[in-house]
Protein backbone atom coordinates (compact mmCIF):
# COMPACT_ATOMS: atom_id res chain seq x y z
CA UNK A 1 0.00 0.00 0.00
CA UNK A 2 2.78 2.60 0.99
CA UNK A 3 4.84 1.85 -2.28
CA UNK A 4 1.37 2.77 -4.15
CA UNK A 5 1.66 6.38 -2.30
CA UNK A 6 5.30 6.56 -2.84
CA UNK A 7 4.69 6.12 -7.10
CA UNK A 8 1.88 8.72 -7.11
CA UNK A 9 3.91 11.27 -4.72
CA UNK A 10 7.00 10.68 -7.15
CA UNK A 11 5.02 10.52 -10.44
CA UNK A 12 2.93 13.81 -9.16
CA UNK A 13 5.97 15.25 -7.89
CA UNK A 14 8.23 15.19 -11.39
CA UNK A 15 4.85 15.91 -13.23
CA UNK A 16 4.79 19.26 -11.37
CA UNK A 17 8.47 19.93 -11.58
CA UNK A 18 8.54 19.22 -15.15
CA UNK A 19 8.80 22.73 -16.64
CA UNK A 20 11.49 23.15 -13.84
CA UNK A 21 13.51 20.05 -14.74
CA UNK A 22 13.46 20.75 -18.26
CA UNK A 23 15.51 24.13 -18.32
CA UNK A 24 19.21 23.29 -19.11
CA UNK A 25 21.55 23.30 -15.72
CA UNK A 26 24.36 22.77 -16.97
CA UNK A 27 25.38 26.38 -16.85
CA UNK A 28 28.67 26.19 -15.25
CA UNK A 29 30.55 22.91 -13.98
CA UNK A 30 29.67 20.23 -11.72
CA UNK A 31 32.19 21.39 -9.16
CA UNK A 32 31.39 25.33 -9.40
CA UNK A 33 27.34 24.37 -8.57
CA UNK A 34 28.30 22.14 -5.51
CA UNK A 35 30.61 24.73 -4.10
CA UNK A 36 27.88 27.46 -4.49
CA UNK A 37 25.05 25.71 -3.18
CA UNK A 38 23.44 26.88 0.31
CA UNK A 39 24.99 23.52 1.87
CA UNK A 40 28.10 23.87 1.22
CA UNK A 41 30.73 25.27 3.67
CA UNK A 42 33.01 26.53 1.07
CA UNK A 43 32.19 29.22 -1.38
CA UNK A 44 34.16 30.23 -4.61
CA UNK A 45 35.40 33.60 -4.51
CA UNK A 46 36.23 35.99 -7.32
CA UNK A 47 39.43 37.96 -7.05
CA UNK A 48 37.39 41.01 -5.84
CA UNK A 49 35.60 39.77 -3.05
CA UNK A 50 38.72 37.83 -1.84
CA UNK A 51 40.59 40.95 -1.66
CA UNK A 52 37.94 42.27 0.44
CA UNK A 53 37.93 39.60 2.77
CA UNK A 54 41.68 40.21 2.86
CA UNK A 55 41.40 43.12 4.10
CA UNK A 56 38.46 43.24 6.54
CA UNK A 57 40.80 40.34 7.90
CA UNK A 58 44.04 42.97 8.27
CA UNK A 59 41.43 45.43 9.32
CA UNK A 60 40.54 43.09 12.59
CA UNK A 61 44.25 42.37 12.90
CA UNK A 62 45.03 45.97 13.06
CA UNK A 63 42.61 46.81 15.58
CA UNK A 64 43.76 43.87 17.90
CA UNK A 65 47.48 45.20 17.48
CA UNK A 66 46.20 48.79 18.30
CA UNK A 67 44.39 47.48 21.74
CA UNK A 68 47.41 45.79 22.08
CA UNK A 69 49.79 48.24 21.95
CA UNK A 70 47.31 50.36 24.16
CA UNK A 71 47.80 47.75 26.93
CA UNK A 72 51.43 47.80 26.90
CA UNK A 73 51.52 51.68 26.92
CA UNK A 74 49.31 51.69 30.06
CA UNK A 75 51.31 48.49 31.63
CA UNK A 76 54.33 50.73 31.20
CA UNK A 77 52.97 53.59 32.40
CA UNK A 78 51.66 51.90 35.49
CA UNK A 79 55.59 50.61 36.07
CA UNK A 80 57.27 53.59 36.01
CA UNK A 81 54.86 55.33 38.17
CA UNK A 82 55.19 52.61 40.33
CA UNK A 83 59.43 53.00 39.70
CA UNK A 84 58.97 56.49 41.33
CA UNK A 85 57.11 55.72 43.96
CA UNK A 86 59.35 53.12 45.33
CA UNK A 87 62.42 55.37 44.65
CA UNK A 88 60.52 58.58 46.46
CA UNK A 89 60.40 55.91 49.03
CA UNK A 90 64.48 55.28 49.59
CA UNK A 91 64.92 58.62 48.96
CA UNK A 92 63.15 59.61 52.19
CA UNK A 93 64.98 56.80 53.81
CA UNK A 94 68.01 58.09 53.27
CA UNK A 95 67.50 61.75 54.12
CA UNK A 96 66.30 60.47 57.75
Do not use: C
Not at 16 to 24: E, G, I, N, T, V
Not at 63 to 75: L, R, S, T, W
Amino acid sequence: MFSLFGYAGQHAYNYLDRPRASKPTLEQPLWKRVLNSKYSPMKVLSDEQYEDLLREKLLGVEAQIAIVEEKIDDAKAKARAEAEVVKGRQEVKVER
